[in-house]
């Protein structure tokens, strides 16, 4: 839950804080990268958009990597695809099957690409993540909020940490009671359609596959720095949560967490998370409540992410489809979250 940090008037030095920190922060990671304040270092990437730019995403491998083992710290992470990934993936808007390809070198690395060569479809895999959205595919407030992710990516965590402890919600507390009640068995394919940083890596079963997708590289890209703190292992893709790049029917645990207010499309956004889970799967939404996002529309700062640019947040109850089963609505945290599950039936 929580786009950001929610201050008020007397919690100001606490907004002040984190501002500072935040520009500590910036400057001291623009220094180390030797690029500008605000802007994300970027490596060429060789890879061209159907609308003929440049794009893709660097998840700060950087050069020197060989084969599909990017070597990061003291560890390695995979950065091929697994087969049962590649099982369960397709287009995200034709729903077309997808062929591994690789396909010339990058930075020395050879390219890989999934392909649909029926449909002319391409979608190429970066440091192991499979580019399913190129930015021009971008629009109306996904993109807004996908700039702003970015941006902010770095301080995500501080600020969303923070940001509950003002409101009276531990963090952790919140979301280890948040991961229990997606009920994940062993062996489960648990899906996020907004993993951000991945924040809920720490509180997931060891013995569940991860899958976990997001609009902002960015926030990707603290998410793989996560993993190999944590030495936690989950398949992320970059893509967006209305077109999912899953076949029909592949996840036992479907869930959203703190995007969905702000999602260009939340019907079909919902309509995908029931598309992808199996019969009987768990589906999972949360997000803040309009009295939160009022609150955080006064903080110097953060205002501009929400003030004239937004909607007024409805949880979207009446966008379950019917039939849905164990439906449930709750507010929780004193009315500043809400929470709505249900299950798609067998
Ligand atoms: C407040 S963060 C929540 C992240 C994470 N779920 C958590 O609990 O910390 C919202 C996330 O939603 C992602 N997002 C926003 N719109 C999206 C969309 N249409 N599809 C997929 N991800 C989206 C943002 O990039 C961001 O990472």
Not at 96 to 106: F, K, S
Not at 143 to 166: C, E, H, M, Q, T
Not at 178 to 196: C, H, Y
Request: one cysteine or more; aromatic letters at 10%; hydrophobic letters at 35%.
């Amino acid at each position: 839950m929580g786009h950001a940090a929610k201050v008020e008037c007397p919690f100001w030095f606490l907004d002040t804080y984190c501002l500072v920190l935040a520009v500590i922060g910036k400057r001291g990671y623009a220094m180390r990268q030797n690029t500008v304040s605000g802007a994300w270092p970027r490596r060429a990437t060789g890879l061209t958009g159907s609308d003929g730019s440049e794009y893709g995403i660097d998840l700060g491998f950087g050069n020197g990597e060989s084969g599909n083992r990017a070597s990061i710290g003291s560890r390695n992470i995979t950065t091929s695809m697994r087969t049962e990934t590649l099982a369960i993936l397709c287009s995200p808007r034709e729903h077309a099957a997808l062929e591994l390809e690789t396909n010339g070198t990058v930075n020395g690395e050879a390219q890989q690409f999934l392909v649909n060569h029926q449909h002319g479809l391409k979608f190429p895999i970066q440091d192991g993540i499979p580019l399913f959205v190129e930015p021009h595919q971008i629009t109306g407030i996904n993109n807004r909020f996908r700039k702003i992710y970015d941006r902010w990516a770095p301080f995500y965590d501080l600020l969303s940490r923070v940001g509950l402890y003002v409101l009276g919600v531990s963090e952790l507390k919140l979301r280890k009671k948040f991961i229990e009640t997606l009920e994940i068995n062993p062996g489960d394919r648990v899906l996020a359609t907004s993993v951000g940083t991945g924040s809920d890596l720490p509180f997931l079963p060891h013995d569940c596959n991860y899958y976990g997708l997001d609009l902002s590289s960015g926030m990707l890209k603290v998410c793989r720095k996560k993993m190999r703190k944590l030495d936690a292992s989950a398949e992320l893709f970059l893509g967006q949560a209305e077109h999912l790049p899953f076949k029909n029917d592949s996840f036992d645990v479907v869930y959203q967490m703190g995007g969905i207010n702000f999602f260009s499309d939340q019907e079909r956004a919902i309509h995908e998370m029931i598309r992808v889970a199996r019969n009987g799967s768990k589906i999972v939404i949360m997000d803040e409540t309009e009295k939160v996002a009022r609150t955080l529309e006064h903080i110097p700062g953060i205002n501009a992410w929400f003030r004239h640019q937004r909607r007024p947040i409805i949880p979207p109850k009446t966008l379950i489809p019917a039939g849905m089963e164990q439906v449930m609505y709750q507010e929780l945290y004193n009315g500043q979250a809400w929470y709505l599950s249900f299950r798609k039936p067998l």
